[in-house]
């Protein structure tokens, strides 16, 4: 018998016990995916520590959805004020209910939706609470369509930074500062320094010249880019650019839409309502408390991962405690 719960939810008889938890293998817990997390949130159902977390970890996601919300809206209005973005009523976005989906039916839906436009270049939007699995969607989205590309608006605010960073060594500053340097001039003036084009034998690419700089971000996104002078100054250049770089994506990705690339984009509405397109989806989960419960379970696959491959025992019983041991540790 379980000395504590099986992870099945009730107490069985040891003979059946192998058969009963087969249901997370060693190849689905490995798998850290929508099948992992499933597989552990059914078995855990009913087991009422696993449902308090989750219910905990579902008021986080949206408190801190709201509050990321509010922050991105701000600094949305600060383009706005500075003429960067003009007011808009959004596109209506078509929503999907993924309770009960899997990714490849979502995908599928989304595909069926979009119908022949894909074959010369669409631009699909995803909005959704965290935990709603854009991701996953996005990642099924680009296997299954041709010419398919996904666009992160981190690049933008990483050479804008390198830019705004440059600024404040050339001007004599031995630190960032974030005030002198961005000032709505300088702004101005530094995404004057980029530009989206397709340039010969290199396709799309953002392109930094000035400064004295001269970089394509696709060749120095992993180092230049990801230097300590631009990582530690980000998150004071992001709250202060998001028109622009709202601005600046939109027109980047029609280049590529025109261009017959298919572009997905997945973010908050606060953002991506700025991109136009008519494909546009809402993934939303009909039972809100799933989002926790997604969330926990992967927490949880991942603990119980590291624990099964330290044991070096993957046998039922070993997973059925490393997944009791990972839901005690995050109770404590």
């Known amino acids: 018998m379980c000395a504590k719960w099986c992870p099945w939810g009730q107490e069985v008889d040891p003979a059946a016990q192998d058969e009963t938890v087969s249901g997370l293998s060693l190849e689905t817990l490995k798998s850290q995916n929508a099948d992992t997390s499933n597989t552990i ?24 959805d709201a509050e990321d919300a509010e922050k991105l809206q701000a600094g949305i209005q600060l383009g706005i004020d500075r003429g960067a973005l003009e007011t808009i009523d959004p596109a209506p976005y078509k929503e999907i209910n993924v309770l009960g989906k899997t990714p490849d039916e979502v995908a599928e839906t989304i595909i ?23 991701g996953t969607t996005v990642s099924k989205l680009s296997e ?30 031995t630190e960032f500062d974030g005030d002198a340097a961005m000032t709505a001039d300088n702004i101005k003036d530094f995404f004057g320094m980029l530009s989206f084009q ?31 002078l631009v990582s530690k100054n980000i998150p004071t250049v992001a709250k202060q650019i998001q028109g622009e770089a709202v ?86």
């Not at 690049?155 to 960073?165: D, E, K, V």
């Not at 027109?251 to 908050?268: D, F, H, Q, S």
């Open 112 to 134: 069926s939706d979009v119908g022949d436009a894909a074959e010369s270049g669409a631009v699909i939007v995803l909005v959704g609470l965290s935990g709603t699995g854009k």
């Open 247 to 332: 601005g600046f994506a939109a027109a980047a990705i029609e280049k590529m839409r025109a261009g017959g690339m298919n572009v997905l984009l997945e973010g908050r509405e606060q953002t991506v309502n700025y991109v136009p397109s008519p494909f546009r989806y809402s993934l939303t989960l009909s039972d809100p408390n799933v989002i926790g419960m997604r969330r926990l379970a992967q927490m949880i696959a991942g603990a119980a991962l590291v624990k099964v491959e330290e044991n070096k025992d993957s046998t039922a019983a070993s997973i059925a405690a490393a997944v009791n041991a990972a839901l005690d540790d995050l109770d404590n």
């Open 41 to 64: 949130i059914s078995l855990l159902a009913t087991n009422e520590t696993f449902k308090t977390l989750s219910d905990n970890q579902t008021k986080m996601i949206l408190q801190r």
């Open 144 to 173: 299954k369509l041709s010419n398919t590309v996904t666009w992160s608006n981190g690049n933008i605010f990483r050479s804008i930074t390198l830019l705004a960073a440059t600024w404040c060594e050339q001007n004599g500053m």
């Open 198 to 228: 397709d340039f010969p034998e290199r396709g799309f690419d953002i392109k930094i010249e000035g400064l004295g700089l001269s970089h394509y971000v696709k060749d120095v996104q992993n180092t230049v880019l990801k230097g300590p």
